[in-house]
Every structure is written in C-alpha cells, then in structure tokens.
C-alpha cells in the first residue's frame, strides 16, 4: 500500500503562481505514472496532468503553457507548479500513482488539497 500527501494548496489571486507536492510513502517508481487530477464543486474530477517515471509528460488543453509536472523520484515526491492561475483553477487537486498501464488506472490516491483563485 502507498499513501500520498498533497500539500501547498491555498488561495492566491488570479495570475498568481503555487506549487503544490504530492510525497509517497514508498517508491512508486517503478514504471508507472503519477498524476494530479482535479475535482471543482458540482463538476467531475478531470486529469490535469501526467507523467511517467522516465518523465514524459500530458497536461490538459486548459492547463499547457501554464503548469508543469514533475517529479523527483529518489524523493518519491510529484510536483506541480501552476503559474498564471485562473478563477476556473479553483479545485481540490488530487495526486494519483501507480498507472502501470498508461490507461488511467490509478490505485493510490491521496485526500486532496484545496486551491482557490480569486478574481
């Protein structure tokens, strides 16, 4: 079992910037991805953005050019930066890992961190 913590949620203005961090209680390195998913209230959660442990990376239409995924697998820590945030930002992201298909299938989740951007 891998438990995952998000942290660096909080509220920021609109075209603000905040890092948020998933850490892993052991290594999920081991060919698979990790991802950060969002859920905003009365909407379905929706896949912000992927990468794999060799670092290839996806991002959603609405998200390219303004954030980034990375990760730090001697850490086993995920990150992403958002930059130039947008009230539509505002969300609980999750961090998700252990895809070892590339197919979406993440068994380990962790309780989510709120972002909030204001206008």
């Known amino acids: 079992q891998v438990q995952l913590v998000e942290s660096g949620g909080g509220l920021v203005q609109a075209g603000g910037s905040l890092r948020l961090s998933c850490v892993a209680s052991r290594s999920t390195s081991s060919n698979n991805y990790m991802a950060w998913y969002r859920q905003a209230a009365g909407k379905q959660r929706e896949l912000v953005a992927r990468?794999?442990?060799?670092?290839?990376?996806n991002y959603a239409d609405s998200v390219k050019g303004r954030f980034t995924v990375s990760r730090d697998n001697a850490k086993n820590t995920m990150y992403l930066q958002m930059n130039s945030l947008k009230p539509e930002d505002t969300a609980v992201y999750y961090c998700?890992?252990?895809?070892?298909?590339?197919?979406?299938?993440?068994?380990?989740w962790g309780q989510g961190t709120q972002v909030t951007v204001s206008s």
């Open positions: 998700a890992a252990g895809d070892r298909t590339g197919r979406g299938l993440y068994p380990y």
């Open positions: 990468i794999s442990t060799g670092g290839s990376t």
